[in-house]
C-alpha cells in the first residue's frame, strides 16, 4: 500500500515538474517575443531619428551660414530700382530679349522682413509676386561667370565690370505666402548677390540686371 502511495506521489509530482517546466517555457518564449518586438521598435525609431537628422542636415548644406539675418537685412531689406541691364547666361531661354533684355528698367522690388514684392515689375506679369512673412537665406553655392554675356552697357574698367568677371553670384533663397497662388511660395524673380561687394541682383529668365537701393 505504501509502494502504491509513493508511486502515485511520484507520478503527481512528475506532472507537476512538467507543467511547470511547460509554464517556464511558455512565459520564456513570450518574452522573448517582447525583447524582439522592442528590439525592432527601438530600430524603427533610430532609423526615424537618422532621417529626421539626415533631412535637416540636407536642408541646412546649401545654406551659407555666414550671412546671419542680421547680416542679409542690412544687405537686402529696402526698396530697390532696376538700374542696369548686366548681360545673360551662357545659354539664353525662349523668353529672353536680345541683345538689351526687358524693358524693366527704372521698375521697383520690395524686399523687407514683411513683404517680397516684384509687383513694381509692371509690364510683365510673369515676374510679378508677392510673398508675405518671406524667409530669407544666402545658397552656399558660388557660380563664377553667371554673367557670361556682358552687356556693351557696362564699361570695362569700372568696378561693376569687375564685379561680374572676378566675384561669384550666390542665390537669395525665398520664401514665403503667396496670396494669389497658395501653391507657389518662391518669387517668380530671383535675387542674387555677388560674394565680395555685396551687388545686388535680379535675374529673370537668363538676363541680369542691377539693383539700386531707392
Known sequence: MKRKILA??????LCLMTGCTQIHDTVTEERQAQSAQTMQTEAADTETTEA????????????????????IREILFGEWKVSK???FTKIQNDYAIYPDGHDIIGDHIVINEH???????????????????????V????????????????????????????ESLQDVEIEGINKND???SWPSADIMISSESHT???????????????
Not at 119 to 134: A, H, M, T, V
Not at 142 to 162: F, H, N, Q
Open 182 to 184: 497658395p501653391t507657389q
Open 85 to 87: 541691364f548686366l548681360g
Open 200 to 214: 545686388v541682383i535680379l535675374y529673370v529668365d537668363c538676363e541680369y540686371y542691377l539693383l539700386e537701393k531707392v
Open 115 to 137: 513683404t517680397f514684392s516684384s509687383e513694381g515689375i509692371k509690364k510683365y506679369e510673369r515676374y510679378q509676386c508677392e510673398l508675405s512673412d518671406p524667409i530669407y537665406s
Open 139 to 166: 545658397s552656399s553655392i558660388k557660380e563664377m561667370y553667371a554673367i557670361y554675356d556682358i552687356s556693351d552697357s557696362v564699361e570695362k574698367g569700372t568696378k561693376l565690370y569687375d564685379m561680374i568677371v572676378n
Open 52 to 71: 529626421v537628422d539626415s533631412t535637416e542636415e540636407s536642408d541646412t548644406e546649401y545654406i551659407d551660414t555666414t550671412y546671419t539675418q542680421e547680416k
Open 8 to 13: 502515485a506521489s511520484l507520478v503527481a509530482c
